[in-house]
């Protein structure tokens, strides 16, 4: 199947500062990739739509000022979590569907974020 | 407001046997459900998917029953394998397979060899 990758796997920053996580997805395009959080024993839950070319649509309760999402390219989305606080910390992760395509998502293999 | 529910936490079974994993819904408004594993350190990967004008789909050992009037699917595995050990997710969605997936909390799945 497709494969999507996020970078970093894990990352862990100091509260105040800011942190980027990239999605790629390596053989296909993806004109909407979807960015989801996980916090401990909950249920993945959708932060955003990342439109190539366009902005993101947010999901209520979403911070669209703190999680900056970038979809620059067909291959890349990138979600930004600015002046990161310790509730920041989960683990987010992307999924892509292939471009014109009714088909499956495709999900990285999650982010996980720590903020001290 | 957890429109996806699924109640067992965890569910351990012997190998050959079967495993019936449960997810209930309470929006009537949802028309497509799927089921994805994920193992640990890893994205879920998608398993099986069903319209709401269906009430059952199979592919191999999965099969995946929808009741709409109960609001309830279930993921039958049979036989099990130990392979299968794993936390499974239910989604759901609206206006078909749009990719934007509302998930239940997950069901971690051991096979016992």
């Known amino acids: 199947g497709a494969v999507v990758s996020q970078h970093p796997s894990w990352v862990i920053c100091k509260s105040g500062t800011s942190v980027k996580i990239e999605c790629r997805s390596l053989?296909?395009?993806?004109?909407?990739m979807f960015w989801y959080r996980q916090f401990p024993k909950q249920s993945l839950m959708l932060m955003a739509t990342?439109?190539?070319?366009?902005?993101?649509?947010?999901e209520q309760g979403v911070e669209k000022d703190k999680f900056l999402i970038n979809h620059a390219s067909l291959t890349l989305s990138t979600l930004t979590v600015t002046s990161a606080h310790p509730e920041d910390s989960s683990f987010y992760i992307c999924?892509?569907?292939?471009?014109?395509?009714?088909?499956?998502?495709?999900f990285g293999e999650g982010s996980r974020l720590t903020v001290l | 407001d957890q429109q996806v529910k699924q109640n067992s936490p965890s569910l351990s079974v012997q190998e050959g046997r079967i495993s019936i994993l449960n997810c209930d819904y309470t929006n009537s408004m949802f028309d497509y459900f799927l089921w994805y594993k994920k193992y640990p350190a890893e994205g879920p990967t998608f398993l099986i998917s069903?319209?709401?004008?269906?009430d059952k789909n199979e592919d191999g050992r999965f099969t995946v029953f929808l009741n709409k009037s109960a609001k309830h699917l279930s993921l039958h595995i049979v036989p099990s394998q130990p392979g299968d050990s794993a936390v499974y997710f239910c989604a759901a969605s609206f206006n078909g397979n749009t990719g934007k997936l509302i998930f239940g909390q997950g069901t971690t799945l051991q096979v016992k060899p």
């Open positions: 999924s892509a569907r292939v471009a014109g395509g009714p088909g499956e998502l495709f």
């Open positions: 053989d296909f395009q993806a004109t909407t």
């Open positions: 069903i319209s709401s004008i269906k």
């Open positions: 990342s439109n190539e070319g366009s902005k993101a649509t947010y």
